[in-house]
């Protein structure tokens, strides 16, 4: 079994449909999309004036957000006609806000509400697609939280 991995800037979300026209144009097919990727700042909001910035609440969101739906549209299509399989990261942060993650656990949350309907629109389809949509919750999260206690 080949496995590659392909980068792009996340934060340019057109990009995706790009990645996965790469791997169609050089194996024929698309099996597994595997997406792990998000931009984190910890800091208090109020307290963090860039952090309230449209620009900065925008990135985060194409990073966090609109990159992972961009390459689920993009990649759906070649994943049915192999019977693949997509494989989300998320984050406990979308389903247990911290103290300071406002920014980052708004994008979980979003995330975690686009990727949960996205697989019952899959189910209600009968789609040949398998779907994962996991969380991560790692120990830095402890550290920063428990830092402003």
């Not at 991995?5 to 790469?22: C, H, I, R, W």
């Not at 999309?33 to 969101?61: D, E, N």
């Amino acid at each position: 079994m080949l496995c590659n991995l392909y980068s792009f800037d996340f934060a340019d979300v057109d990009l995706a449909g790009t990645v996965v026209q790469k791997v169609i144009e050089e194996f024929g097919r698309l099996d597994y999309l595997v997406s792990k990727h998000a931009a984190m700042m910890p800091g208090l909001f109020l307290a963090t004036p860039f952090m309230q910035k449209p620009t900065y609440i925008q990135q985060t969101f194409k990073v966090n957000l609109f990159s992972h739906i961009e390459l689920a549209v993009k990649a759906l299509p070649h994943l049915e006609q192999t019977n693949g399989h997509m494989f989300f990261t998320s984050s406990m942060a979308g389903e247990i806000n911290f103290l300071t993650g406002s920014i980052y656990s708004s994008t979980k949350h979003a995330m975690n509400g686009f990727f949960y309907s996205l697989q019952q629109e899959l189910l209600a389809k009968n789609s040949s697609v398998s779907f994962n949509h996991w969380f991560i919750w790692l120990h830095c999260y402890k550290r920063y939280v428990c830092s402003f206690w």
